[in-house]
C-alpha cells in the first residue's frame, strides 16, 4: 500500500474567483501583506502496489483534473 | 422523430427538455444514465441540473456514465445533441466540446431571464432562428463562465462556432461573452441558459427558446 496525494491547481492564466475572494477578504480581517491566493483542490489516495506511475497519472489528468483549465501533480509518499 | 433526454442523479431539468421536445412535436425518450442503449433516438439532449452532485467538478462524473459513452459515438456519427447548462458542462468534460466550464466571476449563482444573440443560425438547434436575433431565455448557474485556451477562442471565432452570445452585461465573466458554441460541423450544441424554460410564455419569460427544439426537429426532417 502506499499513500499517493495529487494536488489540482487553476492554470495561472485562468481566473480563479474563489482565490481571489480569499485575498480579498484577507485585509479586511486584519491580515497585509498577501498580495495573491490561488485555490485548488487536494486528493488522497491509498492504493495498493499493483497501481503504477502510469495509471496514476491517466487517474490524475483524465478524472481528478481538467487539463482544459488544471495542472496537476502526482505525489508518492511511502 | 425521437428526441432523447438522459437523466443522471441530480439531473433537474430532464422534465421540461422532454416537454420542449414534445411541444416541438418530435416523441421525447427517457434515457437511463446507466443505460447504454440509446432506444433509437434521433437526437439527445444532455439536461441541465447537478449530475452525481457535481461533486468532483460540473459534468466530470456524469462524463464516465454508460449512456455517454453511446452518445459520443452517436455524435461522432453526426447525431444532433444539446447540452443545457450542466448538459454543456458535461459536453465539454466529455471532450465533444472544446473549453471548460469555471465558477462565476462574481462567485454569486446567477439567476435571471437572460438576453441572447443567435451568432450562428446553421447549426442542427438554430436554423428557425435569424440570424443576430436576440432571444430572452432563464440562466441559473454557479459555473457557467466558458473559457478556453486563446488558440481554441480564435479557432472558435474563426470557424463562426460561437452559437450565442450574451446581450448587456455579462454575467458570469465568459471569455468573449460566449454564451454556447458548437461541434465544427454544427450537429453538437451546448449552451448555459436554458432554452426549455422559455418555450410558453405561460411558464417562461418568453416562448423564445422553442426554435432550439423546432430547429432540430427541421434539421432531422430535412435529414
Given amino acids: 500500500m502506499a499513500r499517493v496525494v495529487v494536488d ?30 490561488r485555490q485548488g483542490k487536494h486528493f488522497e489516495l491509498e492504493v495498493d502496489d499493483s497501481v503504477d506511475d ?25 | 422523430m425521437k428526441i432523447g433526454v438522459i437523466t443522471f442523479p441530480g439531473t433537474l431539468d430532464d422534465v421540461d427538455a422532454a416537454r420542449a421536445a414534445r411541444y416541438a412535436d418530435a416523441e421525447a425518450v427517457n434515457l437511463w444514465h446507466a443505460d447504454e442503449d440509446l432506444h433509437g433516438v434521433d437526437a439527445v439532449i444532455v439536461p441541465g441540473g447537478f449530475s452525481y452532485g457535481d461533486y468532483l467538478r460540473c459534468g466530470a462524473i456524469a462524463r464516465f456514465a454508460p449512456v455517454m459513452s453511446s452518445v459520443i459515438d452517436a455524435a461522432k456519427g453526426g447525431m444532433p445533441v444539446l447540452g ?3 448538459g ?4 465539454c468534460e466529455a471532450g465533444l466540446l472544446p473549453g471548460a466550464l469555471v465558477r462565476n466571476k462574481k462567485l454569486h449563482f446567477v439567476c435571471q431571464d437572460q438576453w441572447l444573440r443567435v451568432e450562428n443560425n446553421t447549426t442542427a438547434w438554430t436554423t428557425r432562428y435569424e440570424a443576430g436575433a436576440e432571444v430572452l431565455v432563464p440562466l441559473k448557474s454557479g459555473e457557467g ?6 488558440s481554441t477562442l480564435d479557432e472558435l471565432e474563426g470557424e463562426g462556432r460561437v452559437v450565442f452570445r450574451y446581450v448587456g452585461e455579462n454575467p458570469n465573466g465568459s471569455r468573449d461573452d ?15 441558459p436554458h432554452p426549455e424554460h422559455a418555450i410558453d410564455a405561460l411558464t417562461g419569460p418568453s416562448d423564445d427558446g422553442l426554435g432550439v427544439f423546432l430547429s432540430v426537429v427541421d434539421s432531422l426532417v430535412s435529414a
Fill in chain 2, 178 to 192: 460566449i454564451a454556447g458554441i458548437c461541434s465544427a460541423n454544427g450537429r453538437v450544441v451546448g449552451l448555459m
Fill in chain 1, 54 to 78: 502510469e495509471t496514476l497519472a491517466k487517474i490524475a489528468e483524465g478524472f481528478l483534473a481538467n487539463p482544459v483549465i488544471e495542472e496537476w501533480t502526482v505525489r508518492r509518499l511511502s
Fill in chain 2, 84 to 86: 443545457i447548462c450542466n
Fill in chain 1, 8 to 37: 489540482v491547481m487553476p492554470k495561472p492564466e485562468i481566473l480563479d474567483p474563489q482565490g481571489q475572494a480569499v485575498a480579498g477578504a484577507l485585509p479586511r480581517l486584519g491580515f497585509t501583506g498577501v498580495t495573491s491566493v
Fill in chain 2, 88 to 91: 454543456f458542462q458535461i459536453l
Fill in chain 2, 145 to 150: 463562465g466558458y473559457v478556453a485556451e486563446q
